[in-house]
């Protein structure tokens, strides 16, 4: 089993990021997906989810209106789509699958000026 993210990097205030997660070695389609978020001395905290057949999507307080995550079943891929970005949103972000317990391995997003 692998997810491995993509497209981190420094930003500054007011740009946008997408974020990319390639999963291999499970049934991809068959589960929801998420993306989670920790920055430094914090708790990890859920960024947003995606349902795995009917697509429906959940987001932290945080970030709703300014994230969006998708996903493309043929391609095994999940995104996350980052707009409006602020100096707290600077974390290093993981793609998951809860169900099964798989994390990527992160990939950071700095938010600086």
């Known amino acids: 089993v692998q997810l491995v993210e993509s497209g981190g990097g420094l930003v500054q205030p007011g740009g946008s990021l997408r974020l990319s997660c390639a999963a291999s070695?499970?049934?991809?389609?068959?589960?929801?997906m998420s993306w989670y978020r920790q920055a430094p001395g914090k708790e990890r905290e859920l960024v947003a989810g995606?349902?795995?057949?009917?697509?429906?999507?959940n987001y932290g307080d945080s970030v709703k209106g300014r994230f969006t995550i998708s996903r493309d079943n043929a391609k095994n891929t999940v995104y996350l789509q980052m707009n409006l970005l602020k100096a707290e949103d600077t974390a290093v972000y993981y793609c998951?699958?809860?169900?099964?317990?798989?994390w990527g391995q992160g990939t950071q997003v700095t938010v600086s000026s």
């Open positions: 998951s699958c809860p169900n099964r317990n798989y």
């Open positions: 070695g499970f049934p991809f389609s068959a589960y929801g």
């Open positions: 995606i349902s795995a057949y009917s697509g429906v999507t």
